[in-house]
């Protein structure tokens, strides 16, 4: 217990820890074919799972709380480390535990910064820790054990530089237990957590964009187990991280379909607008957009929903689905007109012009009370003027008109020959076509573009 009572001058407790017999512990390093130094089972036994000073997380076996289990995340963080090292020996040259000199993950920072020990002698009371700064292939080793290292930085002994300079703040700390946060604490507890979390999922899909080609066995294995990592968050949000893993050219549409499935199922009642948030992530794949949009167009729940989802989306993810729908009808009109006209009746004011050919002559009455005769010359990708990535740039699409004949002046001073622009940007009032049919107007309620 000498180490214990080293630790006890530094952290403060807060509660008393639920303390493990010694077969307990023998019999869950056992079922899990691991050992665990002395002095992290006394640590275990004296604190529990949780933070010193609200920022190194100390990982339990013991802990229900999935995010602070041993287990679950040595499993997570091993995986994780193993794709790496496969990818990158030379900035990840360790293997992983049991192996000799082998890593087994037992922390984190709030910086996302992991701690590990490394697998340098049978007897774990005698293995090296190693941290890994958060994000980078920076790391630091210390022939040290874990609470002779915590000790080292209170006293000022040892200086980690991943670390921050100013942590710890006191030479005396509180250690906040995870199972009892509250308030602060419990709001720190799950910040840190998400972000973990959203760290992993980054990983994930890292590995989603570079096995997508799905060119051997190797590739396929990690491909499918990011895709039920991701799932297991069950969190709809995370469709778009899957949405990163559509190729066109993929060598394997089988599997590939199988991240169809898992959009589908991950997404859950708000699914459908986190996957026509998506589309905008799979732009360059756009025949894999094209079949998550065919089977929303074939179910008759979806489809009856999905012209709301497009209402709620921003601009530039609304014009990619309006986009992608236009071209879905241009390629197969007789088996989708009617199922896209239904979604985007309402959506679209370039939608309904882009039904008509390039000449065609329409009544255009434009709001600054105005109404001209226009034939309709193109239809084009456009942009507000902003520069890509400055705050307010926007995409859209838009229909160019040469104004044919003024029928009734406006406020404006539209003439003969003018070039007049037409998107959700700048709707009309109304637009009729040759044959007098009204195909937008505030008559059908269609003010939003």
């Known amino acids: 217990m000498i180490k214990e009572s080293k630790l006890q001058k530094y952290i403060i407790n807060r509660r008393v820890a639920e303390k493990h017999s010694r077969e307990e512990w023998i019999d869950v390093q056992k079922q899990h074919d691991v050992k665990f130094p002395s002095d992290y089972m006394e640590f275990i036994d004296s604190y529990g799972a949780g933070a010193i000073d609200n920022f190194l997380w100390i990982l339990s076996p013991w802990t229900a709380n999935d995010n602070l289990n041993f287990f679950v995340n040595m499993k997570q963080s091993m995986w994780a480390y193993h794709y790496l090292h496969k990818e990158s020996p030379e900035d990840y040259p360790f293997e992983l535990y049991p192996a000799a000199d082998g890593l087994l993950p037992f922390g984190l920072t709030d910086n996302g910064d992991e ?26 080793e210390y022939n040290l054990s874990f609470t ?26 509180i250690f906040i237990p995870c199972l009892d946060a509250v308030g602060e604490e419990k709001q720190k507890l799950t ?13 994930n899909e890292e590995i989603l964009k570079n096995t997508c080609k799905l060119r051997n066995e190797y590739e396929v294995e990690w491909f499918e187990k990011a895709i039920e990592d991701i799932c297991s968050t069950q969190r709809a949000e995370y469709v778009l991280n899957l949405c990163s893993g559509f190729d066109d050219d993929t060598e394997d549409e089988e599997v590939m379909f199988g991240l169809v499935h898992a959009v589908e199922e991950l997404g859950g009642d708000d699914g459908l607008y986190w996957t026509a948030m998506g589309l905008e992530r799979m ?44 071209d879905i009808l241009h390629e197969d009109k ?39 005769n226009g034939k ?74």
């Not at 290292?149 to 700390?173: A, D």
């Open 115 to 140: 701690l590990y020990w490394q697998n340098t002698d049978d007897n774990p009371n005698l293995w090296k820790l190693i941290i890994y700064e958060s994000r980078s292939t920076v790391y630091y």
């Open 148 to 173: 002779d290292f915590l000790v080292g930085l209170f006293v000022g002994g040892i200086s980690c530089e991943i670390l921050p300079e100013e942590w710890p703040r006191y030479k005396r700390v």
């Open 191 to 203: 910040t840190l957590l998400k972000k973990e979390l959203d760290m992993n999922i980054e990983k």
């Open 283 to 326: 732009w360059r794949n756009k025949e894999w957009c094209k079949i998550l949009l065919y089977r929303i167009l074939n179910s008759d729940e979806d489809r009856i929903k999905y012209p709301e989802v497009i209402n709620r989306l921003p601009w530039r993810e609304r014009d990619r689905n309006i986009f992608l729908l236009a």
């Open 334 to 372: 007789e088996m989708f007109a009617d199922k896209i006209d239904e979604v985007l009746k309402d959506c679209s004011v370039v939608y309904q012009i882009n039904k008509y050919p390039n000449g065609e002559m329409m009544v255009i009455y434009d709001r600054n009370g105005a109404v001209w």
């Open 376 to 449: 309709l010359d193109t239809i084009y990708e456009s942009d507000n003027g902003l520069d890509d990535g400055e705050s307010g740039y926007e995409e859209y699409h838009a229909c160019l008109f040469k104004v044919i004949d003024v029928i009734k002046p406006g406020k404006n001073s539209i003439k003969v020959n003018d070039w007049v622009e037409i998107s959700r940007l700048n709707p009309p009032e109304q637009i009729f076509d040759s044959k007098g049919l009204q195909i937008w107007g505030q008559s059908r309620g269609d003010r939003q573009c």
